[in-house]
């Protein structure tokens, strides 16, 4: 194969070569006389390469040895990532691959594209859940609504048994992915997705089961909400702390730089601080003990998450000023969420504070109200929820100012314009705006703010259709699911 440009040239004969040489000869420096310094010389050399070329000696019948076996190419090899180089060079294959239309690469099996199946489709099941949610609590109704809801959540529950099945698979077949998944940041980020996934299955079992199971139906799955409450709460605490841990002590060239911080640094906390939501959602149908436990460590759980998720948005807010808005603008819609969340758990939480109150025993409320006997559960009850709409109202503006950035950064334009699994940030996260909207808007008895939350209902579920049509036509298209895209970049 041709290594320079000379390669390319055809052969020329020995006549053509000879009177090259003869140019050469006689651009030598002259005598005086003009002449040609060594005439015997360069006639010897004329008659040399004017003489019939020698022929080649006859070849040998031996077979010549089979050529080594080829490795594949980085065209049509999928299984090399990150820093791996090809046999000739040092640059990396998966760069290769970047520069080759997708629709171009040869196809691939199912089991090499499984390795590339990460746990950010996750954000999918999420997104479906969040849409079910909606679904239920939206205020403005018609016949059948419930029933729409509840078909969305059946499909999401068939999802995350399907996206399950093929990470137990990935994982399985190829376990060196196990460590990298919770080290390699670009997919251990989106790891959060599974735990908020479960928790937005969760509460649609307590909606829909309050929508449609009779009473004391209802009241029997409470002894299993409440457990599933208490574990999931463990685990998303243990899980926060092991997954920064892994974060901040991950090698140096995989570490997240501050040029390219996104709220996606976010998720790792996210889904402990959903238990709030989970508490103030599950608490309706418990004892007034259980509830109070249960609302008390949501409280504690929302708070965590929303005072990391404060510290962060400073470095956020520091990138976007110094080094302008990132190039998939889709993930800008994640710093919504905590504030929402927390405006929506807070009002949801204390609105259950009265009927707990009546039924604990009096020393309890007592010990509740800071040892004050004469204190008046009605008043007290009252005053927690003034507290907790304050606070709503305050962290309300918070998550509308990022809705409404986020908003205009995307209107304004999307550099990378190729379909992302961040693409279902557009959903998961403003489910929790629309959801603090909702109960605001009840708790003001505010008809705009009803109003408002419908409208962002009916546009969550166009987003939620139009981005799942998209994302099966990319994955048709090798736009994800494919080496070096997506949450596999890297």
């Known amino acids: 194969m041709p290594t320079s440009v000379q390669d390319y040239q055809p052969a020329m004969t020995s006549g053509t070569t000879a009177v090259a040489n003869l140019g050469l000869i006689t651009s030598r420096p002259t005598g005086r006389q003009g002449s040609i310094s060594d005439p015997e010389s360069a006639m010897s050399t004329i008659t040399d390469q004017c003489a019939p070329p020698t022929p080649p000696p006859p070849r040998s019948r031996t077979p010549p040895p089979p050529p080594p076996p080829r490795r594949r190419t980085s065209v049509t090899m999928s299984m090399v990532h990150g820093d791996s180089v090809d046999e000739l060079g040092a640059e990396p294959r998966l760069a ?8 171009l690469q040869p196809p691939l099996p199912w089991r090499e594209r499984l390795l590339h199946f990460t746990f950010a489709w996750y954000t999918v099941t999420m997104s479906t859940s969040g849409i079910a949610m909606v679904i239920a609590l939206t205020p403005h109704r018609f016949t059948g609504l419930g ?34 998944a919770f080290t390699r940041p670009h997919e251990a980020l989106f790891i959060s997705t599974l735990w908020l996934s479960i928790c937005a299955m969760l509460l649609n079992i307590d909606e829909y089961g309050r929508i449609f199971l009779n009473p004391a139906a209802y009241l029997r799955l409470a002894p299993f909400m409440r457990v599933a409450f208490w574990i999931y709460l463990a685990v998303t605490f243990l899980f926060s702390v092991l997954q920064y841990h892994l974060l901040f002590t991950v090698k140096e060239e995989r570490r997240l730089s501050i040029d390219a911080m996104t709220p996606a640094w976010i998720l790792p906390i996210f889904p402990v601080m959903l238990a709030g939501s989970l508490a103030g959602s599950l608490a309706k149908s418990q004892p007034a003990i259980q509830a109070l436990e249960m609302i008390s460590a949501g409280l504690a759980a929302q708070g965590l998450g929303i005072l990391v998720s404060m510290f962060y948005y400073s470095t956020y807010l520091s990138r976007l000023m110094a080094f302008g808005l990132p190039v998939q603008r889709p993930g800008m819609f994640i710093a919504v969420g905590p504030p929402s969340f927390t405006c929506s758990a807070l009002v949801a939480m204390a609105g259950e504070v009265p009927r707990i109150l009546v039924g604990l025993p009096a020393m309890e409320v007592i010990a509740f109200s800071g040892g004050n006997p004469g204190v008046n559960i009605q008043t007290l009850g009252a005053g927690i929820r003034l507290l907790a709409m304050t606070t709503a109202v305050f962290l309300w503006g918070l998550s509308f100012w990022f809705f409404a950035s986020a908003t205009t950064a995307v209107v304004a334009g999307m550099p990378d314009r190729k379909f992302h699994l961040s693409w279902w940030s557009f959903v998961f996260p403003n489910v929790g705006f629309t959801l603090a909207c909702i109960r605001m808007g009840r708790v003001l008895e505010s008809a ?29 298209k090798r736009e994800i699911v494919w080496p070096g895209h997506d949450e596999d970049s890297l």
Do not use: E, K, N
């Open 147 to 180: 029933t729409i809801g509840l078909i969305i959540f059946l499909l999401d529950l068939l999802a995350f048994l399907f996206i399950t099945v093929m990470i137990i698979l990935r994982l399985v077949m190829y376990q060196h992915t196990f460590r990298r």
């Open 448 to 476: 705009g703010m009803l109003w408002f939350s419908t409208v962002m209902t009916v546009l969550l579920v166009v987003a939620w259709g139009f981005i799942g049509f998209r994302c099966a036509v990319a994955v048709h």
């Open 96 to 103: 290769v691959l970047h520069r080759i239309p997708t629709y």
